[in-house]
């Protein structure tokens, strides 16, 4: 009789730490299903470092402000991407490091090629500079 009250105040208390721990727990990320089309990654870093992934083609948009300051999904340049049919399963993923962003990789995890976010100035006709971020292919693949 003693461990059954014993193991039922275990149980008792262990879960209302796990509920301190889930409610403290901050919600960046879900998990696909696991055939399912497109994914949204954010980084832990900053919210311009918000994603949407084709798991499919491998194309992904980037989360931009407009000029109304409304939000939109603009579509990022991968180097190098293969031009793929439409394949019957998920075959990239997108990877975010809560250190830095420049540790934000693309990955086909069929071939394993890899590609890394990189970003650049580039100009405007009238002269005026603007950011840009593109994938390029990781070095020594």
Wanted: with cysteine; proline share 7%.
């Amino acid at each position: 009789m003693r461990y059954v009250v014993y193991a039922l105040a275990c149980i008792a208390f262990s879960g209302s730490a796990f509920a301190q721990e889930w409610a403290t727990r901050p919600h960046q990320q879900t998990s696909p299903p696991p055939n399912s089309r497109f994914e949204i990654i954010q980084s832990p870093l900053a919210a311009k470092w918000t994603f949407r992934l084709d798991r499919y083609s491998g194309q992904v948009w980037q989360l931009v402000k407009t000029k109304d300051d409304n939000n939109t999904w603009e579509e990022m340049s991968v180097v190098d991407r293969p031009k793929l049919p439409t394949t019957p399963k998920p075959r990239f993923q997108l990877f975010t490091s809560g250190l830095a962003a420049r540790h934000t990789f693309l990955i086909d995890a069929d071939t394993g090629k890899t590609w890394l976010i990189v970003t650049g100035k580039r100009k405007n006709s009238d002269g005026t500079e603007y950011e840009i971020s593109l994938w390029e292919p990781f070095e020594n693949q």
